[in-house]
């Protein structure tokens, strides 16, 4: 027992003694807690004593790319606790460099009976990647829900924040701070989420100023999503003259305003520069960064809720459902000012 203590406590992230405590129904533990712990038991196979028999409805998969981006946790954690609520075990599988591959976690969780699955940016969200993986996985009879990436390729319902409406309202806050000269930090092409924040980039830029579609494209700069990405697209936009800056992640923003201040610019008075996500690391931010605020909490009850739906045999329209995001102004956008020093051709 006390190895299954361990065990039980490890997956919970819980104290040996609280794991103790609910097994023998002890009073002092949270409701949330409580169910944490009975989720790690099913997790590992444990049985539960008689007094935690209410049985789970059943256990749903969720994969999502690395940890490291912050916002994928925070997706996790809501996902997580909505499914808890409603009786059913979470099982989080994290795909990680050199590590188990997506396909490799589907069938591992498909083998495991699972009940049903939510991807979260996974290769749904991949334009080049095959799509047949996942009419296999209809096929085995198993729901599952998309989050952040969208194919009418897979017949399923899909959760998604609005790219391009996140694109006109960061480009319309630069201009009304009176930026002309404004680039795109994003990661690879092939991703949907990006061709959609591309395109309502592109849009913008023409409504918003006087530039053509070609003109507002050699302002966007494709990296990785990471500091480094953000860091080096930066770069390249800074060479190409922009006073500001839209990042597709609150990562790359961070590297944005690394890359500024190594040339000795300082963020805002120099140069603006706009995250995505406002995830939880924007609190060791400084200056604190504007960014575009997914909405976590929302997509993520909508997605189980339409998971849940699909189990229950009454599925879910299968569509895309696009969340709004918001816009939080903070200190990493200012007014430009113009200098004498730096152009603002095109």
């Known amino acids: ?36 712990v009975v989720a790690a038991m099913d997790v590992l196979g444990y049985e539960r004593p008689a007094r935690l028999r209410e049985r789970s409805a059943g256990l749903i998969g969720l994969i999502t790319p690395e ?3 912050p916002i994928f946790p925070a997706l996790a954690q809501v996902i997580e606790q909505v499914l808890t609520s409603r009786g059913y075990t ?11 591959t997506e396909d490799q976690l589907t069938d591992l969780l498909v083998d495991r009976g699972v009940t049903g699955i939510i991807f979260v940016s996974g290769l749904h969200a991949d334009s080049t990647a095959d799509m047949d993986r996942y009419v296999k996985l209809s096929g085995r009879g198993v729901p599952f829900v ?6 009418e390729k897979v017949s399923a319902p899909f959760v998604s924040t609005d790219d391009r409406a996140a694109m006109r309202l960061a480009v319309s806050h630069l201009v009304e701070l009176g930026h002309e000269r404004i680039g795109l930090a994003v990661g690879p092409r ?30 966007v700069q494709h990296s990785l999503f990471t500091v480094e990405g953000g860091q080096a697209a930066a770069n390249a936009l800074l060479d190409k003259e922009c006073t500001a800056i839209v990042c597709a992640s609150d990562l790359m923003a961070f590297g944005a305003v ?17 995250g995505f996500d406002d995830s939880p690391l924007i609190v060791f931010a400084d200056p604190p960064l504007t960014t575009l605020r997914q909405p976590v909490e929302a997509m993520g009850q909508a997605a189980v809720n339409a998971l849940l739906e699909e189990i229950g ?7 895309e459902y696009v969340f709004l995001p918001e816009l939080v102004v903070r200190g990493s956008t200012a007014a430009r000012i113009a200098t004498g ?4 051709r095109r």
């Open 67 to 69: 940890l490291s981006n």
């Open 341 to 344: 020093g730096r152009s603002r």
């Open 258 to 274: 690394r890359a500024a201040r190594q040339r000795g610019l300082a963020v805002p008075a120099d140069i603006s520069v706009v």
């Open 146 to 151: 998309m989050i952040n990436g969208y194919t």
């Open 90 to 100: 979470p099982v989080l599988c994290t795909q990680t460099p050199g590590g188990s």
């Open 1 to 36: 027992m006390n190895a299954r203590l361990s065990d039980i406590a490890a997956l919970a992230g819980v104290s040996e003694a609280t794991v103790s405590r609910v097994l023998n129904g002890k009073a002092g533990v949270s409701t949330a807690t409580r169910q944490a």
């Open 313 to 319: 045999g009454t599925p879910a329209p299968h569509a």
């Open 190 to 219: 092939r991703f949907v989420p990006v061709l959609r924040k591309v395109e309502g980039f592109v849009q913008q830029m023409r409504t918003a100023l006087p530039y053509t579609a070609e003109q507002a494209e050699k302002l």
